[in-house]
């Protein structure tokens, strides 16, 4: 080899180390960025294995925690006082407490799908499932009152609440109620109505009352100074419908010397039509007949339903009664000091009526 030729190749083989330094650098750079995206991704997979366990703990825990709850929640539903239920989400109803199997003497079994129904009043029960079931649907809260059948056959009244309970994002995930037992609430609530009723009814009898005191009062005010006779037995008639509370009134003087059983004269009235009035202006009393009853027994007759009355099946009277729309009638007599019958003062209804003692004692 020559001296030129060595002065050659020295840079050759200079440059093929520098490129086989060059190469054995960028190769180590490369194992070392290798390295460490490799450290890195162990290092990302035990972050997310660490994660990953830790959520499925937090998981775990959840459960427990929720298994618990349900288990409180179970056992605080068995003991409360009203019968409780649950219902699924899609609305079919999974558990009763043991208040609803103990009053309605059930088995659990009994009472799921639409078994619950037959502890209702059949009265009722349509109605119920119709707007229960409505609710379900509409996973809306629902209110309701209605009868329940115990283990004893008896039905008593019950208000009943469901509430949809919710998960945290909106959804109904089941559906708790409860049934309270207002039985006596509603019996009292009942005496309560009735009493307020009576009470009403007391008052307006006792304005009545007042009002026909006043009408007697007048009545006697006009006899003391022998006012208008027509006007004053008019009077007599008002007054004697205000205390009875009825729509019609006559009142008629007796004519003992008339035929053989006398005879009832028309003096006044009050709602007659003008045929009744005709019929009625001279009454000749027979044994089928109110003026009949009242000169046999010189007492009080009522009938409280005329059609249905004994006394005047069959008659004229009763025709005429129907005729003018009474439908009851009392008559009682005028009766003097020494006795006699003078005349009659009668009272009727447009519907059946029994008078009391009191109303007609004021009479």
């Known amino acids: ?28 750079l490369r194992q070392h960025s290798l390295t460490e995206d490799a450290e890195k991704a162990t290092e990302k997979a035990e972050h997310a294995t660490e994660a990953a366990k830790h959520a499925l703990e937090k998981v775990e825990r959840a459960e427990v925690a929720l298994r618990a709850s349900e288990e409180r929640f179970r056992a605080i539903a068995e003991n409360i006082p009203q019968l409780a239920w649950m219902a699924d989400a899609d609305g079919s109803i999974s558990w009763f407490n043991r208040g609803w199997l103990e009053y309605t003497g059930t088995a659990l079994e009994d009472n799921l799908g639409d078994g619950w129904k037959a502890v209702h ?15 379900l649907r509409e996973g809306k809260d629902w209110e309701d ?22 998960n945290e994002a909106g959804k109904v995930e089941r559906f708790f109620g409860t049934s309270t037992d207002i039985t006596e609430q509603r019996r009292i609530e009942d005496a309560l109505r009735d009493n307020q009723t009576h009470l009403a ?68 009235h009050q709602g007659f039509t003008s045929h009744a009035a005709e019929y009625w202006d001279l009454v000749r009393p027979s044994t089928k007949s109110i003026s009949g009853a009242v000169l046999d027994t010189a007492g009080n007759v009522s009938v409280p339903n005329v059609e249905a009355s004994d006394l ?36 009727y209804w447009r519907q059946p009526h029994q008078p009391v003692e009191r109303d007609l004692r004021l009479l």
């Open 145 to 166: 009152t209605f009868p329940l059948r115990g283990r004893d056959d008896t039905y008593r009244w019950f208000l009943s609440r469901m509430t949809a309970i919710h």
């Open 1 to 28: 080899m020559t001296e030129s030729s060595i002065k050659t190749a020295a840079p050759d083989f200079e440059q093929q180390l520098l490129d086989m330094n060059e190469a054995l650098l960028l190769s180590s």
């Open 312 to 347: 005047l099946a069959g008659t004229r009277d009763l025709s005429i009664l129907i005729e003018n729309g009474i439908h009851s009638a009392q008559a009682t007599p005028l009766i003097s000091r020494s006795g006699k019958i003078l005349g009659m003062i009668s009272t």
């Open 121 to 135: 009043h059949p009265d009722h029960v349509d109605a119920v499932a119709e707007k229960f079931e409505r609710h």
């Open 201 to 268: 009814e007391s008052q307006m009898r006792l304005a009545m009352e007042l009002s026909a005191t006043t009408k007697l009062q007048e009545v006697s005010t006009e006899l003391i100074g022998e006012g208008d006779a027509k006007a004053l037995y008019g009077k007599i008639v008002s007054a004697a419908a205000a205390i009875m509370r009825a729509q019609h009134a006559s009142l008629h003087i007796y004519h003992p010397e008339v035929g053989s059983n006398g005879v009832f004269r028309l003096l006044a």
